[in-house]
């Protein structure tokens, strides 16, 4: 009996220590932001699986859905996170989307200047900046942990802003976060 069990405590504990797949899944571990037409631009495909025992309700506006990115600040590794950049949609309330138990739902966040708001204070609120980061799905009915994906990279090399930045085709500029007055 004894040498039955030393020899699961190995298969036992491994079981006990393997990582778990994060809800949100991402196109990439690792992303380098490019050039395009309007300036410094990034696109992310994210994945979000609903848990197989109940169906979730993403708020959306015709469908546009509100994902975001949080960016890991310490260098510990002890799990501190702000929101980076938030997708700007239009401010309309339609019927959630509904995932159903085990299902899926796919989105595209297309990081560039006028497509959302960069809010993690720097000097430069137009642009992300090289560090760790994950994807939050803003306006589910699910707990922050079961709506964030798995850390990644991101690659932000310095570059010019360009000329054609007031006028982007997805949105307009938008503004950098302001304190509410009561």
Known sequence: MRATLA???????AACTSTVEAP???DRSAYIVGSGEFGPELKIISTLRAPADRAVHVANCNGAIAPGLQRRIDDQGDGTWVDAWIAATDACASSPIVIPAGGTHTAELLIRPGAGAVTYPRPNNDAL???TYRVVWHGTDLPLEQRVSAPFTIEAPAMPPSPNRATPSSGASAAPPRPVKK
């Not at 020899?7 to 504990?13: E, G, N, S």
Request: glycine fraction near 8%.
């Open 7 to 13: 020899a699961a405590l190995p298969i036992v504990l």
């Open 129 to 131: 900046e090289s560090g």
């Open 24 to 26: 949100i899944r991402t």
